[in-house]
């Protein structure tokens, strides 16, 4: 679970904090910079895989796959000028228990984590290579203690429930990675899992190609390998109608993708597992989910066993079956939501724009659908409450006021002036007393989501008010 987002010199976010809960919305206008949000969260998931190069080209796959733009792009800029240096850090919860890539299991000693990386851009040379590059400058994996959790597990929730079961420290002393001097040069220092004896291991930052946390894989480090599985867990769903509608093997493994797809053979292993004596019956939920959006009365998983496919099929109250090709885009995002809901996939859910393909008025299922998918911070977490979080992007005043304030942060750009003059970095304002408010930053009044309450320029412009004040008319 991620709790705290921090970033400077990322794109736009400069001295950039947000602190998240299960559940929050981040409403604002297009072009304040969002997107850059989930950016900075996705290469950090990126960096447990990948290259340090290859994640900061992939922070935006392209249609296409063609991933080669400027690495330089992710640094804040003006119109004149660049910073050569970005810094981001993360707190998060994560798992007690992990095994590594040959199946040992090991317990980690903190499962409240703050990690911190920091890199600087190299212009092209013979040791960078012909584009430029990433240069490591620093990395950092502290534990929180429990005596701290409180302050830093802001969100509302129930202690004996929620952060009395998750936050566990058994960690005094030296941190699990941290960054020193040997001469000129930064060296990145692992330190040993079960406490501050012992050697570290060090490796040099100037010529790594990975970060350590996308390196340690084995139960040796357990701390390290948990940090990185919930890292790597962080995703962005855009999801792709092509994708929702394509048909999967028989031997597909079930788990929705970040594009959506898979589909079918997330609903085939959902009807295996729940309760029901046949898959359609087992899936009644779902198909009441999206009952709420479009007259459903079934959802089915058809069997080709002659191409041994799995492809997805609704049943209208009429009786017309419909198949994955007939359904609209809009029923097809819900449904994948519906199916990430009853599945038991854990992680951090980033989304943008929740209310494409969806009607006004059905807006409030869809709000509905995303609250379910999220971990409840008042109940254990388990089978029935699994460790999901969502993170959504807005700017439709429809689903802004559905949003409740304390789940709600207004993006705008704000004016300020650091070493490379005058800027407008992005800011997140939380609403007014709620519980992401502080003595720095109090918060915005209600007046500040005017805009998002008022029809445009304040008057109704797409219906004329004659309408409005005859119902029957309509």
């Not at 807005?394 to 004016?415: D, I, N």
């Amino acid at each position: 679970m991620l709790t705290r987002l921090e970033a400077n010199g990322f794109k736009n976010l400069v001295d950039f904090t947000l602190d998240l809960g299960p559940y929050t919305c981040v409403a604002g206008p297009n072009g304040v910079g969002k997107s850059n949000i989930f950016d900075a969260i996705r290469f950090l998931s990126l960096l447990t895989e990948h290259t340090m190069n290859d994640a900061a080209r992939c922070i935006r796959d392209t249609p296409s796959g063609d991933n080669t733009g400027d690495l330089a792009d992710i640094f804040f800029a003006t119109n004149d000028q660049r910073q050569k240096r970005f810094q981001l850090a993360v707190e998060m919860i994560v798992s007690r228990e992990v095994s590594d890539d040959f199946g040992r299991l090991a317990k980690s000693t903190s499962t409240f984590l703050r990690y911190e990386v920091g890199f600087r851009y190299e212009l092209p040379s013979a040791a960078i290579g012909p584009f430029g590059g990433l240069v490591l400058e620093r990395e950092e994996l502290r534990p929180i203690t429990v005596g701290r959790a409180h302050n830093h597990l802001r969100f509302p929730h129930h202690k004996a429930n929620f952060r009395n079961r998750l936050v566990h420290n058994r960690r005094f002393g030296k941190p699990y990675i941290d960054t020193t001097k040997d001469g000129e040069q930064d060296v990145i220092l692992v330190h040993q899992d079960g406490g501050s004896r012992g050697r570290a291991r060090p490796a040099s930052a100037e010529g790594a190609v990975r970060t350590i946390i996308g390196t340690e894989n084995t139960a040796a480090t357990p701390t390290i390998l948990a940090a990185r599985h919930e890292m790597r867990s962080w995703r962005t769903l855009a999801l792709e109608p092509s994708a929702m509608r394509r048909p999967d093997p028989y031997t597909q493994a079930p788990g929705i993708a970040s594009n959506g797809a898979h589909i079918p053979a997330t609903l085939q292993y959902i009807g295996n597992t729940m309760p029901g004596p046949t898959t359609e019956q087992a899936l009644a939920t779902i198909a009441s989910r999206l009952s709420d959006l479009v007259p459903v009365t079934a959802v089915r998983v058809r069997q080709d066993d002659v191409r041994q496919l799995l492809s997805l099929e609704l049943e209208e109250r009429s009786g017309l079956r419909l198949p994955a090709n007939s359904v609209s885009d809009g029923t097809l995002r819900f449904l994948a939501l519906a199916a990430l809901a009853e599945g038991s996939a854990e992680g951090v859910f980033c989304m943008e724009e929740p209310e494409n393909g969806i009607h006004p008025a059905n807006l409030e299922a869809m709000n509905l659908l995303l609250h379910d998918i999220a971990v409840d911070p008042t109940e254990p977490v388990g089978n029935e409450n699994p460790m999901r979080q969502i993170v959504v992007a807005t700017h439709s005043p429809y689903f802004v006021q559905l949003q409740h304030e304390g789940e709600l942060v207004l993006a705008k750009k704000a004016m300020r002036r650091n070493s490379l003059g005058t800027i407008e970095p992005l800011v997140c304002r939380p609403c007014l007393r709620t519980w992401r408010s502080s003595p720095e930053d109090p918060g915005v009044a209600h007046i500040a989501l005017q805009s998002y309450l008022l029809p445009p320029q304040g008057r109704r412009i797409a219906i004329q008010d004659e309408l409005w004040r005859d119902e029957s008319a309509l």
